[in-house]
């Protein structure tokens, strides 16, 4: 037998789906709270040492936090070769306005406390909002854009041709998305404030944060009800196999109204995602009232779970579907890299995602206990 039938092939293709999934909500669990403060700076923070201790409690942590972006983003290029394709492509002005926006952030962090001149300080702490809110804002644009399809086909020698435009994804349900996720990782930039500032910024911290996570929950319970009335989900009908060659077009699918809840009627315990999503946002809004400042984190990073894995399993087995050619759709089934390299990564993330969990938890460790005014008066030669 060869090694890497041990595991089916259909197997394989589900585990990396799952994986693909953890990664995504890696990045938004960790460097999301890190684009949360940055999208709250100009309201916990009123003049520069207050904004000095808000920088600082993300500032020693988030380019290990941005790894888990880096890793979802290898992951879609060996694990979906179609999909990074088609999305690179297709999202290409979006993506390239992230990176200059998360470009920003480190210059900021780097550069802002460089000179003791506040119009040079107050440019930067621009900077640094951009770099947490654009990425915020298009990260729920694109994923609108997923639930509504993308105007994509795929030619008979699956070359692809993107008919759309990057004003053509600033469409409504896309742009209420992007608000959620923009609440979303505003509320979870509130509660690790509480954590890890102290003093006003951390008070003001938990009152915005406060705000984020209602507007979590309205904004949650908006756009499932606006795709519910108004957005056509997807459907195959026929001609797939989950352990079936890397051809999309082997399928065929068809648009209704109800797909993308289909799922929730089939197999009921879905429904725990969605659940996760109001009930951690409800508990992370208690909980920033409430000062428990550790609890907070948790159910904020709840909600998030939640919210990320409700749109996983709302489209599942679709991973990327297309508005022009559904039958050019790219699913969990025949989308994927060969069973050899699934198999050959999956032993490789075995080994090293442990790793990489388990220095991450180290560093915070290390790194643990709270930042306030005297911190940045007794390390003001170093801190950022």
Request: proline share 4%.
């Amino acid at each position: 037998m060869i090694l890497f039938e041990l595991i089916d092939y259909s197997v394989l293709k589900v585990i990396w789906w799952v994986l693909l999934g953890v990664l995504l909500i890696g990045f938004a669990a960790t460097d999301g709270f890190d684009m949360g403060v940055a999208i709250l700076l100009p309201f916990v923070a009123k003049n520069d040492v207050e904004r000095r201790v808000a920088i600082n409690t993300i500032g020693p942590i988030w380019e290990g936090n941005q790894v888990w972006f880096i890793l979802a983003g290898g992951a879609i290029f060996a694990a979906w070769p179609p999909l990074y394709a088609v999305s690179f492509s297709g999202f290409y002005l979006a993506m390239f306005v992230i990176l200059a926006a998360l470009i920003l952030r480190p210059v900021g962090f780097k550069y802002r406390s460089k000179k003791e001149d506040a119009a040079w300080r107050r440019n930067w702490d621009a900077a640094l909002f951009i770099g947490g809110f654009v990425p915020a804002l298009i990260f729920g644009v694109a994923v609108g854009n997923v639930l509504q399809g993308i105007p994509f086909r795929l030619t008979d020698e699956l070359r692809t041709i993107y008919e759309g435009t990057f004003f053509g994804l600033l469409n409504p349900f896309a742009l209420l998305c992007g608000l959620l996720s923009v609440a979303m990782l505003t509320m979870h930039g509130g509660a690790w404030l509480a954590v890890k500032a102290g003093g006003i910024v951390a008070e003001r911290g938990r009152r915005y944060g406060s705000y984020a996570a209602l507007a979590t929950i309205l904004l949650f319970a908006l756009n499932g009800l606006v795709l519910w009335l108004t957005v056509k989900g997807y459907r195959i009908v026929d001609g797939v196999s989950p352990n079936m060659p890397s051809n999309p077009l082997f399928k065929t699918v068809t648009r209704d109204g109800a797909s993308w809840f289909s799922n929730y009627t089939a197999y009921p315990w879905m429904t725990i995602a969605p659940a996760l999503g109001f009930v951690g946002a409800a508990g992370a809004f208690i909980g920033l009232r409430g000062r428990s400042e550790l609890v907070t984190f948790f159910f904020s990073k709840l909600s998030v779970l939640g919210i990320i894995s409700t749109v996983g399993l709302s489209m599942f087995p679709f991973i990327l579907p297309s508005s022009i050619d559904p039958n050019s759709s790219l699913t969990v089934w025949d989308s994927a890299s060969s069973h050899a390299t699934l198999f050959n990564m999956l032993v490789a993330t075995v080994i090293f995602l442990p790793i990489v969990i388990a220095y991450t938890l180290w560093v915070y460790r290390m790194l643990w206990g709270k930042v306030d005014e005297k911190t940045i008066e007794r390390e003001h030669k170093t801190s950022y």
